[in-house]
């Protein structure tokens, strides 16, 4: 064998470099072929930039304030069913005598604005994902610039907060909101809002949120609207105190806190509910989320503190005792243990509340009125919908039973469901985590309880926010997006005005909000759509299928 038949050794080389190459290129190629196939749960690497551009920001903190604009000014027009529509009950807006004239364009500003805010929240959260590290300071200020147009405009979805602010008025005169309805201050302006169901109805709030609601009422020198609006400010200041823990919580489970943030506080469920309706679960669940801040910031004493104060605005909040105490107790402790850490933490509730209860001058009347929400017959409560189906049912076959007696029944079912779920949710608190276990739990007692409304699906929503993945994720954001369509209309009065509407407006508005559902909203940061075009070919594979 002469010398020219063996390949020299340099050859042998390229030959060797080339296919590890060719194969680094096949290895590349494949991966971007799987790479659009991404989750929710899943995060990719953003293409190569600079880390501290976050100009992509303006796009949607822009988008956004014009959706929340568009919701506001739709709701602001005469004849909304958005607003309580009666004279005198804000500063503008309200309509002097029965029109439907500008229904239909309200209707379509509002849910035009819903569709574009829905659409930018979760590009938002989608873009976050793909891109960590945001400073939460720049989500801060769009959230305070998606706040600001929520302030200026009549209470939106709910009428709730005309009844905190005749219990405050209430309180300013001494006079006990356990004992005694709004209707016990006669007519007048902090009447005129309130619903009827709730006038002779006593107060089944905490005595700390009737007092705030006092100081608001006393503040606003006995002027309604005003109380009105303090009593909004103390539901963004909830918002503000929830924007400083979830980032602070989501770094303490070692997750990127900017998901978090949006998910939790910049959540159209959140503004529109807690914000837009002026609802005092907004304190609740930020001064909750303190406490559970505290408590994982190795202050648990001032963590129970946080959540007896939360329970005294609203007792859900009481759950978030159990949990500390239960984490007081350290990992993996005796039953023992843990039982004499949730009776120190029953010690410090009682003091707490004793405290408030001893200052508002209230005592502990409150405890029987927990019940009062029960009065409220919400198809979306299952428990209550079920009642409703098989008394009606029993009514068509001739069988004689109450409605009250099966209501009771079903309501009683539901609950104690909800008990076992947090029980389980407690005894398997170290596998589930904190946060999911009292989100999990918190959300069972809304959802098998007497009532559901939108704004109870923010308590497990935001506490979930900060650990949120797989099932779990898609849970809230299901809820985020869905609710506010279906939970914060006009109801009765919003079908009632449509059935007279013209056939062809009515068309017209669904086509205007069919293009609001589609229309591009451009790129934002790093795209997680890939362009498959520009992929190099490869051959075609039978037989296994790769899956991202």
């Known amino acids: ?137 720049h989500l801060s200020s769009m959230l305070a610039l998606w706040i600001l147009p929520l302030l200026v405009v009549a209470p939106l979805f709910s009428r709730d907060v005309f009844s905190y602010a005749a219990q405050g008025e209430m309180m300013s005169h001494h006079i006990d909101p356990y004992r005694y309805g709004p209707g016990t201050i006669g007519s007048g302006p902090y009447n005129l809002g309130v619903d009827p169901l709730w006038t002779n109805t006593p107060a089944p709030y905490g005595p700390l949120f009737l007092m705030l609601a006092g100081w608001s009422a006393s503040l606003s020198l006995h002027h309604a609207l005003i109380t009105v609006v303090f009593l909004r400010l103390q539901s963004v200041a909830g918002v503000a105190l929830m924007a400083y823990c979830i980032p602070k919580l989501a770094r303490s489970y070692g997750r990127d806190p900017g998901p ?30 303190a406490g559970i801040t505290a408590a994982r910031s190795h202050h648990p004493v001032w963590g129970l503190v946080l959540c007896a104060l939360a329970a005294s605005i609203k007792v859900p909040a009481a759950i978030g005792i159990v949990y500390v105490a239960w984490d007081w107790a350290g990992p993996f402790a005796d039953w023992r243990l843990r039982a004499r850490m949730i009776v120190r933490a029953g010690l410090v509730t009682v003091a707490v509340m004793g405290v408030l209860s001893l200052i508002s001058g209230l005592g502990w009347g409150w405890i029987a009125n927990l019940g009062t929400p029960g009065t409220v017959r919400s198809w979306m409560a299952p428990a209550t919908a079920v009642g409703l189906l098989m008394s009606g049912a029993a009514h068509v076959v001739g069988i004689g039973v109450g409605l ?28 589930l985590g904190l946060l999911a276990a009292l989100g999990i739990t918190m959300m069972a007692f809304v959802v098998l309880g007497p009532v559901v409304q939108p704004w109870y699906l923010t308590w497990g929503i935001i506490l979930v926010a900060p650990i949120a993945t797989g099932r779990m994720l898609y849970a809230a954001v299901a809820l985020s997006t869905v609710t506010p369509f279906i939970g914060l209309t006009g109801g009765t009065e919003l079908l009632n005005e449509l059935m007279h509407t013209d056939a062809v407006a009515m068309m017209l508005a669904v086509l205007v909000l069919w293009a609001v559902a589609i229309v591009p909203l451009g790129k934002w940061t790093t795209s997680w759509r890939i362009d498959r075009s520009r992929l190099p070919a490869l051959p075609q594979r039978q037989g296994a299928v790769l899956e991202s």
């Open 1 to 137: 064998m002469d010398d020219s038949a063996t390949p020299a050794p340099a050859t042998v080389l390229d030959r060797v470099g080339t296919r590890l190459g060719r194969l680094s290129l096949r290895v590349d190629a494949l991966r971007l072929r799987v790479a659009p196939r991404i989750t929710l749960t899943e995060r990719i690497e953003a293409e190569a930039g600079d880390p501290d551009d976050w100009s992509f920001l303006r796009r949607p903190a822009l988008l956004g304030f014009v959706a929340i604009v568009s919701i506001c000014a739709g709701a602001s027009l005469p004849s909304s069913p958005f607003k309580l529509e009666l004279g005198g009950t804000w500063f503008f807006g309200e309509a002097t005598g029965p029109s439907t004239t500008l229904m239909l364009p309200g209707v379509v500003a509002v849910y035009g604005g819903m569709v574009l805010l829905v659409r930018v929240w979760f590009g938002l959260y989608q873009a976050l994902r793909v891109r960590p590290g945001v400073p939460i300071r």
């Open 260 to 289: 978090a943030f949006v998910l939790a506080v910049l959540n159209p469920l959140t503004l529109l509910a807690l914000v837009g309706g002026a609802h005092n679960d907004a304190i609740m669940v930020g001064v909750l989320l």
């Open 404 to 431: 009250g007696g099966v209501l009771t029944l079903t309501r009683a079912i539901g609950l104690l469901s909800a008990a076992a779920i947090a029980l389980y949710c407690l005894r398997h608190r170290e596998r």
